[in-house]
């Protein structure tokens, strides 16, 4: 058996880590893994979020978390397999662990990924969080309010019930409202930027809020709001499809620039310790990272390109040194997590940290219509498997939550398939070669 699962893992490899030319790509069983957002943590090293999808349609997409070292090497991978949502904002809770949230799912997972709590949702997403100085959890999106979206904040308690919701309701018919940004101000008040929208009509927005949520101050800004931050002095940066905006703390505009790459979308911005930016995004094929000045200059342009696919930044750290890194997803063969930074180990790590489950049977083997998985483990935490045919192309996944479990054949041609069976930190695995007859 232990052979046998090492011809797979291989095979796993070729197809999905074949590297740029610059950076580390992440992933390796499940063939469709992206990273949304990451951030610097204490401990020097880095968190990376987004999800990850048997399928190409992205038809059921689970939660994904990488936690790495300062160099890029993974400490941990935890993936939620239960839930059909992904990652796009992530922020280190101060006694240890990560708030997260994203489309349908708000969770809290201690300093090992575990989960402490989760909430999942059919009608609202979130694309930024924050930890209040009370120790509680704000997270910032819309509520889907068919036809319209609705702006929308909630607030947690440590254990994860709401304490309160914000939503901003449309005043005019068809109109689209959304928070992108959420941020705790000094003397206890929140910051919250976001976009509204009517067909062409898009005008961004920032609010100030109580700490109950109660609206204080509302200002109209720029048009399409993607993602704005605080800056170091008490102002407020601030980028749209279309430009880069710098305000102070009443709101009043102090610089505006157009966009400096054409054909160029951005993702995510942060200020530096020099009191200049950095952006990451995307666009002909490879990734952006972009560095301005504090007045909004082009001080660098790094571009990251792969000859066999294409390259998407959606998040930019910091490193102590001050060197800039993007997170995002690369697409040569199929798709992996990617981080602008050359790890010191790949493919050959990533098999040796494996630990093989000698704990599953299957069977009959070979089977004309059913087959199935039986195991005597307490099914304490989630497994997955994946049916895969000679090509590697996923035919047929789910969840075992039984210690018996019937996987229905019928559907599928006459031949060899391999039947891989995971945890959820991916780290333990059994594969089987299964034939159809």
Same mark, same amino acid.
């Given at each position: 058996?232990?052979?046998?699962?090492?011809?797979?893992?291989?095979?796993?490899?070729?197809?999905?880590?074949?590297?740029?030319?610059?950076?580390?790509?992440?992933?390796?069983?499940?063939?469709?893994?992206? *990273?949304?957002?990451?951030?610097? $943590? &204490? +401990? /020097?090293?880095?968190?990376? %979020? #987004?999800?990850?999808?048997?399928?190409?349609?992205?038809?059921?997409?689970?939660?994904?978390?990488?936690?790495?070292?300062?160099?890029?090497?993974?400490?941990?991978?935890?993936?939620?397999?239960?839930?059909?949502?992904?990652?796009?904002?992530?922020?280190?809770?101060?006694?240890?662990?990560?708030?997260?949230?994203?489309?349908?799912?708000?969770?809290?997972?201690?300093?090992?990924?575990?989960?402490?709590?989760?909430?999942?949702?059919?009608?609202?997403? *979130?694309?930024?969080?924050?930890? $209040? &100085? +009370? /120790?509680?959890?704000?997270? %910032? #999106?819309?509520?889907?309010?068919?036809?319209?979206?609705?702006?929308?904040?909630?607030?947690?308690?440590?254990?994860?019930?709401?304490?309160?919701?914000?939503?901003?309701?449309?005043?005019?018919?068809?109109?689209?409202?959304?928070?992108?940004?959420?941020?705790?101000?000094?003397?206890?008040?929140?910051?919250?930027?976001?976009?509204?929208?009517?067909?062409?009509?898009?005008?961004?927005?920032?609010?100030?809020?109580?700490?109950?949520?109660?609206?204080?101050?509302?200002?109209?800004?720029?048009?399409?709001?993607?993602?704005?931050?605080?800056?170091?002095?008490?102002?407020?940066?601030?980028?749209?499809?279309?430009?880069?905006?710098?305000?102070?703390?009443?709101?009043?505009?102090?610089?505006?620039?157009?966009?400096?790459?054409?054909?160029?979308?951005?993702?995510?911005?942060?200020?530096?310790?020099?009191?200049?930016?950095?952006?990451?995004?995307?666009?002909?094929?490879?990734?952006?990272?972009?560095?301005?000045?504090?007045?909004?200059?082009?001080?660098?342009?790094?571009?990251?390109?792969?000859?066999?696919?294409?390259?998407?930044?959606?998040?930019?750290?910091?490193?102590?040194?001050?060197?800039?890194?993007?997170?995002?997803?690369?697409?040569?063969?199929?798709?992996?997590?990617?981080?602008?930074?050359?790890?010191?180990?790949?493919?050959?790590?990533?098999?040796?940290?494996?630990?093989?489950?000698?704990?599953?049977?299957?069977?009959?083997?070979?089977?004309?219509?059913?087959?199935?998985?039986?195991?005597?483990?307490?099914?304490?935490?989630?497994?997955?498997?994946?049916?895969?045919?000679?090509?590697?192309?996923?035919?047929?996944?789910?969840?075992?939550?039984?210690?018996?479990?019937?996987?229905?054949?019928?559907?599928?041609?006459?031949?060899?398939?391999?039947?891989?069976?995971?945890?959820?930190?991916?780290?333990?695995?059994?594969?089987?070669?299964?034939?159809?007859?």
């Amino acid at each position: 058996m232990k052979s046998l699962f090492f011809i797979v893992i291989i095979l796993f490899s070729s197809q999905i880590h074949a590297q740029p030319s610059i950076g580390t790509t992440y992933g390796g069983v499940i063939p469709y893994e992206y *990273f949304y957002t990451g951030i610097n $943590t &204490s +401990d /020097g090293g880095f968190i990376m %979020a #987004g999800g990850q999808s048997l399928d190409a349609s992205f038809s059921t997409v689970a939660p994904w978390l990488v936690k790495t070292n300062a160099i890029g090497d993974t400490l941990w991978s935890r993936r939620y397999p239960n839930i059909d949502a992904d990652i796009d904002a992530v922020e280190e809770i101060g006694t240890g662990g990560y708030f997260v949230a994203g489309g349908n799912y708000c969770a809290v997972v201690d300093a090992s990924g575990d989960l402490v709590w989760e909430k999942n949702y059919t009608d609202r997403s *979130f694309f930024d969080v924050t930890i $209040t &100085s +009370d /120790g509680h959890y704000l997270a %910032a #999106g819309y509520l889907d309010t068919l036809p319209v979206h609705q702006a929308y904040l909630v607030k947690f308690d440590a254990n994860g019930d709401t304490i309160w919701t914000r939503t901003l309701t449309p005043t005019l018919a068809l109109t689209n409202y959304r928070f992108s940004t959420i941020e705790e101000l000094p003397n206890g008040n929140y910051i919250a930027m976001g976009t509204k929208a009517n067909g062409l009509d898009r005008r961004g927005f920032i609010e100030e809020l109580t700490p109950q949520g109660g609206l204080e101050n509302y200002r109209e800004v720029g048009e399409f709001i993607i993602r704005g931050m605080r800056t170091l002095d008490n102002g407020y940066f601030l980028f749209s499809t279309e430009e880069i905006i710098k305000i102070d703390q009443n709101f009043d505009t102090v610089w505006v620039k157009d966009y400096i790459v054409e054909g160029y979308i951005i993702r995510e911005a942060i200020e530096l310790s020099t009191g200049g930016y950095a952006l990451a995004g995307w666009g002909s094929n490879q990734g952006l990272l972009l560095e301005l000045d504090a007045l909004g200059n082009t001080v660098s342009t790094e571009y990251f390109a792969d000859s066999t696919g294409t390259i998407y930044l959606y998040g930019v750290m910091e490193e102590s040194n001050g060197n800039i890194v993007g997170v995002g997803y690369a697409t040569s063969n199929n798709t992996d997590g990617y981080l602008t930074k050359d790890s010191t180990s790949l493919v050959s790590t990533s098999v040796v940290e494996i630990e093989l489950m000698p704990t599953f049977k299957l069977y009959p083997n070979p089977s004309q219509d059913v087959i199935y998985i039986q195991t005597e483990l307490d099914l304490k935490n989630s497994f997955s498997y994946a049916l895969m045919n000679n090509l590697g192309q996923v035919v047929e996944h789910g969840v075992l939550n039984n210690n018996l479990n019937v996987i229905d054949l019928k559907e599928l041609s006459l031949g060899i398939y391999w039947m891989l069976i995971y945890d959820d930190t991916m780290k333990k695995q059994e594969a089987f070669q299964l034939q159809k007859n």
